[in-house]
């Protein structure tokens, strides 16, 4: 089993933001402090896949990395409505993030990774390296 990174602190600057869109009085894109994309990781056919629901993101804004054991994976949103021919004092602006690290397992062959995005949801699929099988020993 492997350890994965908490950052014990992640709630806590999300309430932050949505704090300091209450103050500046923009309540668009506030956050609850349960939102998270729904993410689905399992092992298909030598492949390990992981599924990822991420709507009202366009493939362009989505990255994926991996890095020390790790699959990054992070999209961002960014929305300006502005009018022509309006003096305006305050500019309705919204902001949509989501990042998520997972540790993979052993075995998991990055350098062969693939990743589609299609209706809203991303797949990547890596092939596992074959485990080991126990060889028998002749005694003599």
Do not use: C
Not at 28 to 48: K, P, R, V
Not at 102 to 120: C, H, R
Request: net charge negative; charged share 35%.
């Amino acid at each position: 089993m492997q350890l994965i990174k908490y950052n014990p602190f992640h709630e806590i600057q999300k309430l932050e933001r949505d704090l300091d869109k209450v103050w500046n009085g923009d309540w668009s894109g506030m956050s609850s402090l349960t939102e998270t994309a729904a993410m689905d990781m399992y092992e298909e056919n030598g492949n390990l896949v992981a599924e990822v629901n991420l709507p009202n993101f366009d493939k362009s804004e989505i990255r994926v990395t991996t890095k020390d054991g790790a699959l990054d994976i992070s999209a961002e949103h960014k929305e300006k409505k502005e009018e022509k021919g309006k003096r305006r004092y305050f500019l309705r602006e919204s902001s949509n993030q989501y990042f998520r690290r997972v540790m993979l397992p052993e075995g998991a062959k990055t350098e062969d990774i693939n990743a589609s995005f299609k209706d809203g949801m991303l797949k990547i699929s890596m092939p596992m390296a074959e485990k080991e099988q126990p060889k028998a020993i002749d005694v003599k």
